[in-house]
C-alpha cells in the first residue's frame, strides 16, 4: 500500500501541472473505486481553479477556488498517470485542463475520492481522530512521551496507529525502529526519553530520504511521471528476513496483526 513518502511524492508530482490551472472537463469511467464518487463531482469541480495541493496522512488534497477540496487515497494500488498516451483499462477518474489530461488508475478499485468543504477539513470523519504529521512541528520526543506514557502496547504497534501519529506505516516504521536501536516489540512505556530523541529523528530522516527516492516501489505503485520510486534498495532490514544485517546477525521477522515485522536482534534492544 501506498505511505506517507508515496503519496507526497504523489502531490510533489501532480503539483507543477494542476496548480493554478482550471479544471475543464471530469470524466468518470465507472461509479466508484472503494465506495462511490462523491454526487456532482464533476460539476463541482468543472470549471474550478485548483490554488494549492497538500497531504493529510496518507491521503492527498487538491484545493480549489471554490471552498471544496478533493481528497484521494490511492488504496492498495493507485497511482496518477499524467498525459497518458491512452487511456486503460483501470483509469477511472479522468481530470483534464487546458494543458493536461490526468488519469486516476487504480486496479484493485481500493482507493477512494471524497469532495469536503476545506474549512471543514479538520473535522471529516477520517481527519477528526488523526494523530499530528510526523514530519510537522508538533511531532516530538516531548509528545511521543505523553502518549506513550504508561502504555505497555508494542512501540510498533503504537507508532502504525494513526490516532498516535499520522500517515506512519509499516515499512518506515520497521526501517526508523532500526536506526533507532528499538526492538518493536518493547513496551512503549518502556522506551526511554533519551530513546525517544533518536526515534523522532530516525521517523524523520527516513521519510526524507524516502520522500527524496521517490517513494518505495511495491506491485504496481509509480510516480505519477510513471517512474519507479528507488528507495527499496536503502532498506536496512524491510523485507531482508535472514540477510546479515550491518553487525553481522541475520535480519529476524515476525508476523504482527497480518503485517511482517523486520528487525535485527543484536542491534535493537
Same mark, same amino acid.
Given at each position: 500500500?501506498?505511505?506517507?513518502?508515496?503519496? #507526497?511524492?504523489?502531490?510533489?508530482?501532480?503539483?507543477?501541472?494542476? #496548480?493554478?490551472?482550471?479544471?475543464?472537463?471530469?470524466?468518470?469511467?465507472?461509479?466508484?473505486?472503494?465506495?462511490? @464518487?462523491?454526487?456532482?463531482?464533476?460539476?463541482?469541480?468543472?470549471?474550478?481553479?485548483?490554488?494549492?495541493?497538500?497531504?493529510?496522512? /496518507?491521503?492527498?488534497?487538491?484545493?480549489?477556488?471554490?471552498?471544496?477540496?478533493?481528497?484521494?487515497?490511492?488504496?492498495?494500488?493507485?497511482? *496518477?498517470?499524467?498525459?497518458?498516451?491512452?487511456?486503460?483499462?483501470?483509469?477511472?477518474?479522468?481530470?483534464?485542463?487546458?494543458?493536461?489530461?490526468?488519469?486516476?488508475?487504480?486496479?484493485?478499485? @481500493?482507493?477512494?475520492?471524497?469532495?469536503?468543504?476545506?474549512?471543514?477539513?479538520?473535522? *471529516?470523519?477520517?481527519?477528526?481522530?488523526?494523530?499530528?504529521?510526523?514530519?510537522?512541528?508538533?511531532?516530538?520526543?516531548?509528545?511521543?512521551?505523553?502518549?506513550?506514557?504508561?502504555?505497555?502496547?508494542?512501540? /510498533?504497534?503504537?507508532?502504525?496507529?494513526?490516532?498516535?501519529?499520522?500517515?506512519?506505516?509499516?515499512?518506515?516504521?520497521? #526501517?526508523?525502529? @532500526?536506526?533507532?536501536?528499538?526492538?518493536?516489540?518493547?513496551?512503549?512505556?518502556?522506551?526511554?526519553?533519551?530513546?525517544?530523541?533518536?526515534?523522532?529523528?530516525?521517523?524523520?530522516?527516513?521519510?526524507?530520504?524516502?520522500?527524496?527516492?521517490?517513494?518505495?516501489?511495491?506491485?504496481?505503485?509509480?510516480?505519477?511521471?510513471?517512474?519507479?520510486?528507488?528507495?527499496?534498495?536503502?532498506?536496512?532490514?524491510?523485507?531482508?528476513?535472514?540477510?546479515?544485517?550491518?553487525?553481522?546477525?541475520?535480519?529476524?521477522?515476525?508476523?504482527?496483526?497480518?503485517?511482517?515485522?523486520?528487525?535485527?536482534? /543484536?542491534?535493537?534492544?
Amino acid at each position: 500500500m501506498p505511505e506517507l513518502p508515496e503519496v #507526497e511524492t504523489t502531490v510533489r508530482g501532480l503539483a507543477p501541472v494542476l #496548480e493554478g490551472q482550471v479544471i475543464a472537463r471530469v470524466t468518470l469511467r465507472r461509479p466508484d473505486l472503494r465506495r462511490p @464518487f462523491p454526487a456532482g463531482l464533476g460539476q463541482r469541480l468543472t470549471g474550478a481553479r485548483v490554488t494549492s495541493l497538500g497531504r493529510r496522512a /496518507k491521503y492527498g488534497l487538491i484545493d480549489t477556488d471554490r471552498g471544496d477540496t478533493m481528497i484521494f487515497h490511492l488504496g492498495m494500488s493507485g497511482r *496518477w498517470r499524467i498525459d497518458p498516451g491512452e487511456l486503460l483499462t483501470h483509469d477511472h477518474l479522468l481530470i483534464e485542463t487546458a494543458a493536461h489530461r490526468l488519469a486516476l488508475n487504480d486496479a484493485r478499485r @481500493f482507493g477512494s475520492v471524497d469532495l469536503v468543504p476545506t474549512e471543514a477539513l479538520a473535522a *471529516w470523519p477520517a481527519f477528526a481522530a488523526l494523530g499530528p504529521e510526523p514530519l510537522g512541528p508538533e511531532f516530538d520526543a516531548a509528545y511521543l512521551a505523553r502518549a506513550f506514557e504508561d502504555r505497555v502496547a508494542p512501540v /510498533k504497534a503504537l507508532l502504525l496507529d494513526q490516532r498516535v501519529v499520522a500517515g506512519l506505516g509499516n515499512i518506515y516504521v520497521c #526501517e526508523a525502529l @532500526f536506526m533507532a536501536g528499538i526492538a518493536p516489540t518493547r513496551p512503549s512505556g518502556q522506551v526511554a526519553r533519551a530513546r525517544l530523541v533518536k526515534l523522532v529523528d530516525a521517523i524523520r530522516e527516513v521519510l526524507a530520504a524516502a520522500i527524496e527516492a521517490g517513494g518505495s516501489t511495491l506491485r504496481d505503485y509509480a510516480r505519477p511521471d510513471g517512474e519507479l520510486g528507488y528507495f527499496a534498495k536503502q532498506w536496512r532490514v524491510y523485507g531482508r528476513e535472514g540477510e546479515p544485517c550491518e553487525c553481522g546477525e541475520k535480519v529476524a521477522r515476525r508476523a504482527d496483526g497480518g503485517r511482517s515485522t523486520f528487525w535485527c536482534p /543484536k542491534c535493537q534492544r
